[in-house]
Each structure stands twice: as C-alpha cells, then as structure tokens.
C-alpha cells in the first residue's frame, strides 16, 4: 500500500485561495481515480472531489464552483485549487484513491483554516 503526502493547507482569510498538492509514489497512479477529502472536527470524513486517469472530475455540492482537482501523471500528483475560500472550508484536507473505497493508507493531511 501507498501513503501519499499532502501539502499546501495554511491560514487564509475568507475569499482566498490555496492551492493544496497531493503526491503519492506509485507506480500504478497514473490509472487511478484520486480523490480529496477533508475531515473537520467532530465530523466525518467527506469526499470533495474526484478525478479519473482520464481527468473526468466530480465535486461535491458544497465546493461546486469553487474548487478545481487536476492531476499530473508524469509527477504522481494531484492538485486542489481552492478559490472563494469560506469558514466552513475549515479542515484537514487528505488525498486518496477516490473509487468506492479509499485504498491507500491515510496521510498526515494538510490543515486548512480560513479565518472570517
């Protein structure tokens, strides 16, 4: 199995933007969906976006708009671009195969705080 390294997160104001990066030594990534989660505190863990190796992407409702996933093969890496940022933005963003089942073992993640 894989951990992948998450980066990127810090403190923001509301309405900024953070660009987080996702990067797993794999060599099977390039044909792996990926997905970003994040987990608040108090919360469960929740899928935000996805993307096929054939760059298909889904959002959740919640950052529909706002937030952008894209994938470089050639880096094993997955980006977030978070744009609009919000308070309820606030959390502990991971990366993970993003199937029907994370099959990667959880990274450290990287906080993301947006201050009102």
């Known amino acids: 199995q894989v951990q992948p390294v998450e980066s990127g997160g810090g403190l923001v104001q509301a309405g900024g933007s953070l660009r987080l990066s996702c990067a797993a030594s794999q060599v099977i990534f390039r044909i792996t969906a990926v997905g970003w989660y994040r987990q608040a505190p108090g919360k469960q863990r929740e899928l935000v976006a996805t993307?096929?190796?054939?760059?298909?992407?889904n959002y959740a409702d919640t950052v529909k708009g706002r937030f952008t996933i894209s994938r470089e093969n050639a880096k094993n890496t997955v980006y977030l671009q978070m744009n609009s940022l919000k308070s309820e933005d606030t959390a502990v963003y991971y990366c993970?195969?993003?199937?029907?089942?994370?099959?990667?073992?959880w990274g450290q993640g990287t906080q993301v705080t947006v201050s009102s």
């Open positions: 993307i096929t190796s054939g760059g298909s992407t």
């Open positions: 993970n195969t993003g199937g029907s089942l994370p099959r990667w073992y």
